[in-house]
């Protein structure tokens, strides 16, 4: 890995050469340690509802909660590409979307995404045609989690392989630099990764994806209520924090 700031291009071009190693940031100090560990994308996601605010689920989440730990991950100066979650219902029109992309760029994202493919594909366009380099993420649509309710593997469905491709050439053709896939069927991870030139960027995918993203409490094992399978180990570091106050406790009585 170059020690230069790694742009939506460098990521680009990562495809075929490097697997491309992506987690979560939500803080100074975290990021502090990922950028040294020399991971290349970290994304401001919102998950940071459910693993760092305790709510239920993303959709909770508001552009003044993404904008504060944004600010935190940006002032840590990563060489990291910084990418922004738009939140829940932040992109719900052009307008909306540009609006919203443009404030995470000026607080010093360097890329944002958003869930959703053709659906989205106005927005997405809108906001590159705005010179914001655009994440997609298709497959399971955390967003979306009540109306679908749960969290289901897609592309099982010959329907669903079909538009799962369908929008991955759309937001490939848009000028998306990368697309995350979460929870899609592996067989269709790996066609999707042969059909498209950018990189696929997986979580929970399978092995045959450009890259891999995991939330970063989930890989450190400070996640609140669970771990989800597709983290094959997590450092126990929620077991490492209870024995630090514990045994601190312990030496402070006589
Ligand atoms: O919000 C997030 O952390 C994400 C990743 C799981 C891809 O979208």
Known sequence: MSTCKITPETIR???????????????????????????????????????????????HVTMAEIEHHLRAVVRAKPQALIVADLPYQSYTTVEAAVTNAKKLMALGAEAVKAEGGLNILPQVKAILAAGIPFLGHLG?????????????????????????????????????????????????????????KIPTIGIASGPDCDGEILVTTDLLGTSPNYIPK?????????????????????SLQR
């Open 13 to 59: 071009a990562m495809k075929g050469r490097e697997r491309i190693a992506s987690l979560t940031a939500y803080d100074y100090p975290t990021t502090k340690q990922l950028d040294a560990a020399g991971i290349p994308l970290l994304l401001v996601g919102d998950s940071l509802g459910m693993v760092v605010l305790g709510y239920e689920n993303t959709t």
């Open 140 to 196: 399971m649509s955390p967003q979306n989690v009540v109306a679908e309710g749960g969290y289901h593997v897609k592309g099982k469905q010959e329907t669903e392989r079909e538009s799962l491709l369908a929008d991955a050439r759309a937001l490939a053709d848009a000028g998306a630099f990368a697309i995350v896939l979460e929870l899609v069927a592996k067989t269709v991870a790996g066609e999707i990764t042969r059909a498209i």
């Open 230 to 250: 597709h983290v094959k180990k997590n450092w126990g570091m929620g077991e490492q924090i209870r024995q630090a106050a514990l045994e601190w406790k312990t």
